[in-house]
């Protein structure tokens, strides 16, 4: 006897696969859940703590001044709404503020009152790196949902969207095709791995809070392992030329398109195997295209250019 099958309606399967289909539906449901139940109960914890006032805060910012937790968050917020709507435009063809609208987001949707993005993303995606783009996209929006809803619960007020160019005020070419989505995308995903990085000791004094940070951390080092591997698997290479991605290659160890998919500081022989780190200070010499592949340190005094010409938005705007 043949039954109407789950995963395609058109078709006829037997009992068994039937029952195989059942399975690997629930399979998915399950997984959904859990992954639901995570996300909620890391924001629950965060929330708790900051309602007990794990928090010592401070108004200064000066590079030798230890900022507030929720200034170090709005900053990393001002790149997740970057990759979010890379994501979006490359995953559905909207900006992030259009895919909320639409319900994309399913559950645990950000607030995203406007995009105000220059020179997004065209290009068509299929396939697997479709399914990549799509499934970096829903991870950023989380990742806004739960700065965002941390923010609020350490009684600060998160930024709105900063505007964003991806063209990176001309230097960078335009994303038009599935090569140039993913060189692109990677050069965000290290850029802000080496963020998350930096920014632990500002965290420390809210244990809470830096967990958070290093579980969002752990995602985005997924998404630059996927994303290695695609641009190894299309023959991408390291930057030689160009605006702020050539500052981040030149540092990072990205893949040569044909292997080292994962290699991490290969030739550092004092610390080896350990991921870059940035302070905010250096993750805005690359955002505003300041920094040289020679310093690491950018010129002081820089609060716009790049993916960010009116700068970012928060209290750690400077080079």
């Not at 990549?132 to 829903?138: D, E, G, H, K, N």
């Amino acid at each position: 006897m043949l039954f109407t099958s789950l995963l395609a309606p058109h078709t006829k399967v037997s009992g068994d696969e039937l029952a195989t289909e059942e399975g690997i539906l629930n399979l998915g449901r399950t997984l959904q859940a859990l992954n639901r139940r995570r996300f909620l109960s890391t924001l629950a914890a965060v929330s708790g703590m900051a309602a007990a006032g794990a928090l010592t805060t401070s108004t200064a910012q000066a590079q030798t001044t230890t900022p507030a937790i929720t200034d170090v968050l709005n900053f990393a917020l001002n790149f997740e709404y970057l990759e979010a709507e890379f994501y979006s435009y490359g995953g559905y063809g909207t900006s992030l503020a259009q895919s909320v609208a639409n319900g994309t987001v399913t559950a645990n949707a950000p607030t995203v009152a406007a995009s105000h993005v220059l020179a997004p993303p065209a290009v068509t995606l299929a396939g697997n790196q479709l399914a990549v783009a799509q499934a970096l996209f829903m991870d950023e929006a989380h990742h806004i949902t739960l700065l965002q809803q941390t923010i609020t619960s350490l009684g600060g007020t998160y930024i709105t969207e900063p505007t964003i160019d991806f063209s990176a005020s001309g230097t960078m070419p335009a994303v038009t095709t599935n090569v140039a989505f993913f060189a692109a995308a990677r050069q965000f995903t290290a850029l802000g791995n080496s963020a998350y990085a930096g920014a632990a000791a500002d965290l420390i004094s809210n244990t809470s809070v830096l967990m958070a940070a290093g579980q969002i951390l752990g995602a985005e080092a997924q998404h630059l392992g996927v994303v290695n591997y695609l641009c190894a698997t299309l023959g991408i290479l390291p930057v030689s030329a160009g605006g702020p991605d050539k500052q981040i290659d030149a540092q990072d160890v990205p893949p040569n398109g044909t292997a080292a998919l994962f290699t991490i500081t290969p030739t550092n022989a004092t610390v080896p195997a350990v991921g870059i780190s940035r302070t905010p200070q250096q993750v805005l010499g690359v955002a505003y295209g300041v920094s040289t592949p020679a310093t690491t340190t950018p010129p002081a005094g820089t609060t716009k250019g790049g993916f960010f010409p009116a700068g970012v938005l928060g209290n750690i705007v400077s080079t």
